[in-house]
């Protein structure tokens, strides 16, 4: 691991940096959301969490809920369950329809075993430490309740960092620039089994690839832009390289008619040793 891999790393997981930067509000996950909107197969992510939930009663928490986009969907589908949605930053939770409350995923307000499922969706590599979170997961939930985690792979969206380190490379005037930030390498879907079998039983992975395919740069410049919170950490000039990369994009789709992007998350479904 370079020590500017490490140092993003660190960035990733930097409580100051998610609470007031990156998800102070909900604009930039909202960005990173979108370009889904482009990828087939169409994967419904709050669906399957649903029927994940389908034999599930009682209290569910939502570790890290953002924007709610998996809250507002469990609140129509599933008005039956005793919904908390909570996270770090009390700015990402403002139009989250409550419960809500800002926690941290490290030590939770809630007595042991008072959940019945608890849900750590594309949240668990922003942890500072991964394996106390888990036990901490863990200790919130009731003998045999689950938990259900989501991540991406680490060859997810590589067009996108190849996309970024030549950008990067071409404002440096280098042959490439540096890596962009990644969000989930610390919790990757290849490395994250490995962390819940220390805690979990029953571990399940449902992957989820797909196929990104755009004829408008506007949704891959929202996306890059999205990581503004760790400009600082990209060793580029952020807002130029967004430019560089728009440009490069534009010319790629005039030049193939599209451009795309291959996908790579999934799901893991654990229960609680009873």
């Known amino acids: 691991m370079t020590s500017n891999t490490a140092q993003q ?15 102070a509000d909900g604009r930039h996950l909202a960005a990173r959301q979108s370009i889904y909107r482009w990828q087939q197969p169409q994967h419904d992510l709050p669906g399957i969490v649903v029927g994940e939930l389908a034999g ?7 570790v890290g809920c953002g924007n709610g986009k998996f809250v507002s969907r469990l609140r129509k589908d599933r008005p039956d369950l005793r919904l908390v949605g909570m996270d770090i930053s009390m700015g990402i939770l403002t139009d989250v329809e409550g419960p809500v409350l800002v926690a941290d995923a490290q030590a939770l307000p809630f007595a042991g075993g008072s959940a019945d ?16 979170t888990l036990n901490e997961l863990a200790r919130v939930l009731r003998p045999g309740g689950v938990l259900i985690a989501s991540t991406n792979s680490y060859t997810d969206k590589q067009e996108l960092d190849q996309l970024w380190a030549r950008a990067a490379g071409e404002i440096l005037g280098t042959p490439e620039g540096p890596e962009r930030v990644s969000l989930s390498s610390r919790f990757a879907l290849e490395k994250a089994p490995g962390y819940l079998k220390a805690v979990f039983k029953d571990i399940r992975v449902r992957e989820l690839p797909g196929i990104i395919e755009v004829t408008d740069p ?18 580029v000039p952020f807002h130029e390289t967004v430019g560089q990369a728009a440009e490069i994009v534009t010319a790629t789709i005039e030049a193939e008619g599209s451009f795309k992007i291959t996908c790579l998350g999934g799901i893991l479904i654990c229960r609680n040793p009873l």
């Open 9 to 23: 790393d660190a960035a990733v997981a930097d409580k100051a940096i998610l609470a007031n930067s990156a998800y």
């Open 56 to 62: 599930t009663s009682g209290i569910v928490l939502d």
């Open 117 to 132: 499922a608890v849900l750590a969706l594309h949240m668990l590599y922003h942890v500072s430490d991964i394996e106390a």
């Open 218 to 235: 506007a949704p891959i410049v929202a996306h890059l832009a999205s990581y503004e919170a760790w400009a600082d950490q990209c060793g």
